[in-house]
C-alpha cells in the first residue's frame, strides 16, 4: 500500500519534469505574463502541487486557460487531486 501511495507522489512530478525537459514552452508559457519570474511558479509547483501545475499548463494549451470552464475544471479536478494525495497519509494513521 505504502508503494502505491509512493507511487501516485512521484508520477505527476515525473511527467511535470519530462514535459519540461522535452517540451519547455509547455510548462513556461501559462507563467510567462505574470508579475513573478518565470521559472520560480512552476518549480514551486513541481514541489507543492505537482497535478494542479500539470492542469494549468494543459488547460492553457489546449482550452485557453482557466477562464472557461473546462480549463478551470481541469485545474480543480487537479488540484483536488494533489489534496487527496497529500492528505491521504493521516487518514491511514488514524485507523
Avoid at 25 to 32: E, G, K, S, T
Amino acid at each position: 500500500m505504502c508503494l502505491v501511495g509512493l507511487l501516485g507522489l512521484i508520477t505527476p512530478r515525473l511527467i511535470l519534469i519530462l514535459m519540461w525537459l522535452f517540451s519547455p514552452a509547455f510548462v513556461l508559457q501559462p507563467f510567462a505574463d505574470l508579475a513573478i519570474p518565470n521559472p520560480i511558479l512552476p518549480v514551486l509547483g513541481l514541489v507543492v502541487l505537482p497535478t494542479t501545475t500539470l492542469g494549468y499548463c494543459w488547460a492553457d494549451a489546449s482550452f485557453g486557460g482557466i477562464a472557461s470552464f473546462s480549463g478551470l475544471l481541469v485545474v480543480l479536478i487537479g488540484f483536488l487531486i494533489d489534496v487527496g494525495l497529500i492528505g491521504n497519509g493521516r487518514g491511514m494513521g488514524r485507523r
